[in-house]
């Protein structure tokens, strides 16, 4: 529940950017980042979202989000999947291109928001050392709002986010044999 | 996480639409929900959204949402919050009329994804009856993806639906005191 819906809270803007982060097994981090995203649109402030493992998908979002003028993105990562048990080098580069990429755009001063797409993941598969993931946390500038997406966030992460919220899975149609949509989930 | 990530999952469209829910005490429900909206604009496909109980706020996610041609919505529900230990008739019938609106959109023939935001709240607060909820899931038309959300999912409904993911809030920046955003938390 967003604090939108807070019995008896007033609302308050401030000028501080928080870190959040969507973890956790169930569907809806990347959806809820999405979301996060156009609402921010909304209001006129700037978003830029790294994608740090989605190489070759033909994402339904990143057309919409192309009609979004406050909204801009970077994909990284090579088609296919990435195994944890044996990840390329490769595939730690497309991560590191993307961490630089986050970099930059986060000490740009150009975006209020800034989401980092399954950063946690590529974490987790030290596919980039968590090191420069604290770093980045701990030296962003104080205005910009980051948003860390993916499974098997880091309890360092966590113990340095504002928000953390775990999306479990309760059920998914995975488990019935129900595949991924166009337009639903990807 | 969605099936898009799933290792090994080779894509499959399906014409049957799924009933989703989104719960929990965590932030990320309706984001997650704006989300899946966006995300289906970008292929084309036709959304409205009703909310069930947000009357008076200026949310940013529903001018973004303007812009979007693909998507619609309407929103019920009064100024103020909802007391759950004193609901009034007037609450009731600002439910009821968004449940009206729900019918209508779903067996319209006009829209693939039905979003109806914090029923599972006017369920839970009987605001709502909620065998006229599980009939709605029950006769929808086959093609119609239906997202519920909100806290306080009833057993029954997520019986019926075919994804479920509880949000669990692991840490909130409510609990220490900093209150909802414009533009990042509505």
Tied chains: 1, 2.
Excluded: C
Aim: no cysteine; glycine share 10%.
């Amino acid at each position: 529940m967003s604090l939108g819906n807070t019995p008896g809270a007033t609302r308050k803007a401030t000028s501080k950017g928080l870190v959040e982060i969507f973890t956790g097994d169930g569907k809806g981090k990347t959806t809820a980042a999405l979301g996060a995203a156009l609402r921010a649109s909304g209001h006129g402030l700037k978003v830029f979202i790294v994608y740090f493992m989605k190489g070759g998908f033909p994402y339904g979002e990143q057309k919409a989000l192309s009609q979004l003028p406050n909204i801009k993105f970077a994909r990284f990562g090579l088609e296919g999947f990435v195994n944890p048990n044996n990840v390329t080098e490769a595939e730690k580069e497309e991560a590191r291109k993307a961490l630089q990429m986050a970099k930059e755009v986060i000490f740009s001063n150009e975006y209020d928001i800034v989401i980092l797409d399954e950063i946690n993941v590529a974490t987790a598969w030290n596919l980039i050392n968590i090191a420069e993931v604290i770093k980045l946390i701990k030296e962003k500038p104080e205005k910009v709002e980051l948003i860390l997406t993916g499974r098997y966030a880091d309890d360092k992460l966590v113990e340095l986010a504002d928000l953390v919220t775990n999306m479990t899975k309760i059920k998914h149609p995975y488990d019935k044999g129900i595949l991924a949509r166009k337009g639903i989930d990807y």
